[in-house]
Structure formats: structure tokens, C-alpha cells
């Protein structure tokens, strides 16, 4: 693949937006200011969840509302105006939002993860470019999966050369292409006919030859219109594309990061069904009789029993934050020194974080009903949300292949494989 021409990206396929974003989007400085932005929109966010959920009502107002607020910029470096926040606040952040709608918490995943991407393979001028969109408030999507494949690594997308010799063509069919349909650039994955090697090409949403359908309709997160990218040889600029293989021929944090996001979210929805089903149990569930009959108090929380259930429902999701936290520090850790073995302590301190919010966040959110009672169950209460999300995120990659890492580790100290999904 040639290198990026000299100079400042062509600004002519700038995507615009729906609305002035740029002349309304905050910057965020501050760890502190980060995290105390992301739980009021947490707050607001949450308000509006369950109707959007049950109504699949797209948040694009939302969505504009976390543009302008400065959160999708905070990691660009601090050398271009970022607050460059810790991989911990961020971990923080998609906590929150989870916990409020874990929909919307999914749609910008892939965004941080394609900043992260121009952090580490982009060119200067590509840099400037990019950074300068993402802190006027753009929104970044992704093209990456493809169904029909013999695996998920395995991509049919393709670059080839243009005839004009400026551009590539690229062409072909994404799915579950979560935040295209909102966003303003569109990173796609694909392999040049020319080496057989992966690269992202970030697309403008309205590139021509680019169609995105809104066919998604997953039993969970009903609202991150996660549909398919058709590329009809969409021309796409030398200087729009980066040589994304070159990630994993060292040590790298890509997978690690991406799959924090992924456990933050699931943290988020474990915390929320836990919530949520305190505060049922405390003003609507009515006491089980035979509780009532031994003297165990005339409340449904005074039941000795949903107090030793409610015991281990905290357990997990306390363990979920711990291992959380723990592994937002072992990926800080490696980006202050970053080599094999702290790239290896980071992944695997991921891989168990990872693990562990999965199984709280669909544990939780089905126990939800188990300790509510039947009134719970109405669809007009909407508390079915949180176990739909919970279900349908934690497909995103198995559990049970990181566990395996994790015990090869532990036995015979043999590090993980360098993917994007680990």
C-alpha cells in the first residue's frame, strides 16, 4: 500500500453534519470535568431509555446532545487540545452511560476505538485532520463485521486502485455497522488487492456509492441501528486510509481498549438491574406470604431471603467494578511502557474484567424478575431492557475463549494472541 500523500488531508469529503455541532461543542480538560459531564448525561440519558427501547426510536437528539458535550473528544491528545484522559475515566464514562442506555453507550464504542487507531498509525497530517473533527464534535462509526464469512477475521471487503491513480475503490457488505447511520465518518475495514493486508479507510457518511440500511432488529439494544454498510466502489483518498495491520506486529492496546469499552458497558448494565430492582422491591413488591406468617417483617425487603439474594447480586456487581478498575490501570500501565509483558498484563486483566461484567450484567438483569415478582414483568414498565442488552452485548465475543487465555496463562505463563478482540 503507498504511504499518505504529503500534506493536509482533502477537505472536500468532510462530511457535514445535522446539525451546528461545531460552533456548540464543549472542550473537555479535566479527568474530573470528563466524568462529571458523562453522569449528568447519564442522568438525562436514562430518563428517555425505556421509551426509546420500546418504541425503537432512534437517539439522533441524544446523540447530538453527547457531540456537543466534548465527550467523543476525550481522548485526543493533549498536543491537539484533547484532555487525553486516562484509559480509567473512560472505562468511567461508558460505565455511566451503560447504566443509563446501554444502546447509546454502544454506538461510540467504535468511535474511541478508531481514534485510537489514527493515535497510533496515522500520519501527522491525517492527525491534525481527524483530531480537529472529533473536538468539533464529529461522530465516528464502523464498518468492520461481515456475516457469511468462515470467521469473524475473515473479511471479503476490498481496496483496489481507481483508474484516475488519486483514489482506491472500496467495495463491499458490512453488518452490524454500529453508529454508521449516525455518524459522520464511517472507518470501514478491508484488505488492499495488492498485499492482502488489513487496513481502515475512514469514509464520509455521504460518500458516493455508500448505503447504509437500517435493518437491525437484535431482541436487545433495539436502538443502535447496528444495520449494514453497502460499498459500491466508493472512492476513497490515499490520505483516508491507514495500514491497520501494522497494530498487531508488536505490542499493542487495541484489542485491550475496545474490549474495556465492551466491560464497561456491561458494568453499567449490571449496576442499573441492580438498582432498578432495589428500588422495586423497596416501593412496589409485596411481601411473600409465608414471610409474612414467620414474623420476618411485613415488607418484601425485610424477607431474609431476597436479602441473602440481593447479598449476591451486590457481590457481582462489586467484583465487576473491581476487575473494572483493575484493568483500566494494567492498560494505563502499558501506555506509560509499552512491551510484550505489559501489553500481555493488560489484556488479560481485560480478558477477566471482560468475563466477569458478562455474567453480572445478565445474572443481575435476570434476577431482577426473580426478586421484583410478577408485577415486574409488565411490558409497560420496560425492565425486560436491561437483560435484552445485557444478553444481546455479551454476544459480541465469547467468554469462553478468554477464559482459555487466562488459564493458559496461569499455568504456563504463555501470553494472549495479538487481536483486536482480546
Do not use: C
Not at 481498549?257 to 453499567?268: M, N, Y
Not at 500501565?333 to 510484550?340: K, Q
Amino acid at each position: 500500500m503507498p504511504q499518505p500523500a504529503a500534506g493536509s488531508p482533502d477537505e472536500t469529503t468532510t462530511a457535514p453534519t445535522a446539525t451546528d455541532i461545531e460552533a456548540h461543542a464543549a472542550i473537555l480538560k479535566t479527568e474530573a470535568e470528563v466524568e462529571r459531564t458523562a453522569r449528568e448525561l447519564a442522568d438525562a440519558f436514562r430518563a428517555g431509555a425505556a421509551e426509546r427501547d420500546r418504541e425503537r426510536r432512534l437517539p439522533r437528539a441524544e446523540l447530538d446532545r453527547l457531540s456537543a458535550s466534548g465527550l467523543l473528544a476525550v481522548t485526543v491528545p493533549a498536543e491537539y487540545g484533547g484532555a487525553e484522559v486516562s484509559a480509567r475515566t473512560l472505562a468511567e464514562v461508558f460505565r455511566l452511560l451503560g447504566g443509563a442506555d446501554a444502546s447509546l453507550a454502544q454506538i461510540p464504542q467504535s468511535h474511541f476505538v478508531y481514534v485510537a487507531v489514527l493515535r497510533r498509525q496515522g500520519t501527522p497530517a491525517q492527525q491534525e485532520f481527524f483530531f480537529r473533527e472529533i473536538l468539533a464534535g464529529r461522530r465516528l462509526g464502523n464498518a468492520q463485521s461481515e456475516a457469511g464469512t468462515r470467521h469473524v477475521q475473515d473479511l471479503r471487503t476490498r481496496l483496489e486502485p481507481a483508474p484516475d491513480g488519486a483514489h482506491l475503490l472500496l467495495t463491499g457488505v458490512k453488518n452490524y455497522s454500529t453508529g454508521a447511520l449516525f455518524a459522520d465518518w464511517i472507518p470501514v475495514l478491508a484488505r488492499d488487492v495488492r498485499d492482502e493486508e488489513l487496513y481502515v479507510a475512514y469514509v464520509p457518511r455521504t460518500a458516493p456509492g455508500l448505503r447504509i440500511e437500517d435493518d437491525w432488529d437484535g431482541l436487545g439494544q433495539r436502538t443502535t441501528a447496528s444495520g449494514t454498510v453497502h460499498l459500491d466502489a466508493v472512492p476513497v483518498p490515499a490520505d483516508r486510509v491507514l495500514p491497520h495491520h501494522l497494530t498487531f506486529r508488536g505490542p499493542q492496546l487495541h484489542g485491550a481498549l475496545a474490549q474495556l469499552l465492551h466491560a464497561a458497558i456491561d458494568t453499567g448494565i449490571a449496576g442499573d438491574a441492580l438498582a432498578t430492582a432495589a428500588e422495586f422491591v423497596t416501593t412496589k413488591s409485596r411481601p411473600w406470604f409465608e414471610s409474612v406468617d414467620r414474623g420476618w417483617g411485613g415488607t418484601a425487603a425485610e424477607d431474609p431471603l431476597l436479602v441473602q439474594r440481593f447479598g449476591e447480586l451486590d457481590l457481582l456487581v462489586r467484583s465487576a467494578k473491581a476487575l473494572l478498575v483493575q484493568a483500566a490501570d494494567e492498560v494505563d500501565t502499558a501506555r506509560a511502557a509499552l512491551d510484550e509483558e505489559s501489553a500481555a498484563a493488560a489484556s488479560l486483566a481485560v480478558a477477566a474484567a471482560k468475563v466477569q461484567s458478562g455474567k453480572a450484567a445478565v445474572e443481575v438483569a435476570s434476577a431482577l424478575f426473580e426478586v421484583a415478582g410478577t408485577r415486574a414483568a409488565l411490558a409497560s414498565l420496560g425492565l425486560d431492557r436491561h437483560w435484552r442488552d445485557a444478553r444481546t452485548h455479551t454476544l459480541h465475543d465469547p467468554a469462553r475463549w478468554k477464559l482459555q487465555h487466562l488459564g493458559r496463562h496461569a499455568l504456563s505463563g504463555i501470553r494472549p494472541p495479538r487481536h483486536g478482540l482480546l
